[in-house]
């Protein structure tokens, strides 16, 4: 039977920080990811201002910034026929002026990479974990299952789950959870983009069709919302018919109207919005989306599991070295980083119920219309208004920052 003081469940980027943070802290930890590689399609690549202060104080940011990447430092609303810009990210505070979209798996291999180099961490990859282990009504590890069958036990002090939306270590324990009914779900697919289109983060909302499109620099990132629990049905029409049905508002589309040639190109997210009542039991700490599911809207969730599995690194390293890691330690996490889900998720709802809920029901629509909707034409002319929505999406409330045995210089790595 293995063992480690900190077994963290998941290499997506809050398994990965939390692993790096403890790590270098001198803490025996192990990361599990059940995939052989990070490669997944439409996972969230959005990494916000306060990801990549981050990245500069674990010694990140100079090998972050050889990574492929755009930059999205503006929105614009198309409307009539054409854009109009409603918010810019270049008045917010700090060094990093922009949201950075980088494919994540190069994300991840990078802090894998940096937490290798550690001589207290170790990756296993192509393992799942399938099972919480119990013993005097404690979770002491848990049970896994590698791809090619092989089966085991791993023991650990204190287990850090971080294995999602759907996260088996959650279900396990039986954690109760509050949701929210969402009005919508999203298709994601790709478009190719000119040098003469519009640039930055364009929503869209036509009669019949809403959504966002996001560059990428030499394409489209495009997520797009129908009505919760229609994919089915909706994808029993041409596949050709989401392009088209964008073009009314978006027209500089029109040549590309066949550029989705197979449904096998639109990839479908489930949207959920829920909170665990309790994010830990003793022994098990939940955080990131096994502990809050986050909607895609403002691309937030990702930024707000980085931010939990700092906090957790922050508050844990001192008791893990001891070995007094107990509930109470686990309960300071929460109540750490309950404040900046609640408001997020209440920002995430205030928006489901006033627009996105109408935009997909049909009853807005902004083509054609001879004058530029009131909403925005307050959020462009008044300042307060238009500074807002960028600071709250791209630095949150309460962002945290990498503790001090974390920290390394840039190009240290």
């Known amino acids: ?45 959005t990494v916000h201002p306060t990801t990549l202060d981050l990245l500069d104080e674990l010694g990140l940011g100079t090998e972050f910034a050889k990574l492929p990447a755009t930059r999205l430092d503006s929105i614009q609303f198309a409307i009539n026929g054409s854009v109009q810009r409603l918010f810019t990210l270049k008045h917010l505070p700090g060094k990093h002026k922009y949201i950075a979209m980088v494919p994540q798996w190069d994300l991840l291999d990078l802090l894998a990479r940096s937490a290798e180099q550690e001589p207290t ?47 088996a270590l959650r279900s396990a324990v039986g954690l109760a959870s509050r949701s929210w009914p969402t009005p919508m779900d999203v298709w994601w697919f790709r478009l190719p983009r000119t040098g003469i289109d519009p640039h930055g983060a364009v929503p869209l909302v036509s009669a019949n069709r809403a959504g966002v499109m996001l560059d990428r620099g030499d394409y489209w990132q495009v997520a797009t919302l129908i009505a919760k629990g229609s994919d089915e049905v909706a994808r029993r029409g041409p596949v050709g018919d989401i392009v088209r049905s964008m073009v009314a508002v978006a027209p500089w589309l029109g040549d590309r109207v066949d550029a989705l040639t197979s449904w096998e190109e639109v990839k479908l997210l489930d949207v959920k919005l829920d909170r665990l009542d309790k994010w830990y039991t003793d022994g098990l700490l939940c955080i990131g989306d096994a502990a809050h599911a986050m909607s895609p809207v403002g ?59 109408p935009a997909v029901a049909g009853r807005i629509n902004v083509a054609n219309r001879d004058r530029t909707p009131l909403t925005v034409r307050i959020v462009r002319n008044i300042p307060v208004v238009r500074s807002i929505p960028p600071f709250l999406v791209a630095r949150g409330a309460l962002p945290e920052h990498a503790p001090g045995f974390a920290r390394r210089p840039n190009d240290s790595v």
């Not at 980027?13 to 990811?33: Q, S, Y």
């Open 1 to 45: 039977m293995e063992s480690t003081t900190c077994l963290v469940v998941g290499g997506g980027p809050a398994g990965m920080i939390a692993g790096l943070l403890l790590a270098r802290a001198g803490i025996d930890v192990m990361v599990l990811e059940k995939h052989k590689d990070f490669l997944r399609d439409f996972r969230g690549d």
């Open 299 to 357: 691309g937030v969730g990702i930024n707000l599991a980085v931010q939990d599995a700092v906090a957790a690194a922050r508050i844990l390293a001192t008791p893990l070295r001891s070995g007094t890691a107990g509930p109470a330690d686990l309960a300071r996490v929460q109540r750490r980083r309950i404040f900046p889900t609640v408001v997020t998720q209440g920002m995430q709802r205030f928006l489901h119920a006033r627009v996105i809920e």
């Open 121 to 167: 961490f170790r990756l296993r990859m192509n393992t799942e974990a399938t099972d919480v282990v119990w013993s005097e009504g404690r979770v002491v590890g848990v049970a896994y299952r590698t791809t090619d069958g092989q089966a085991g036990t791993i023991r650990a002090d204190v287990t850090i789950a971080c294995d999602g939306r759907d996260s």
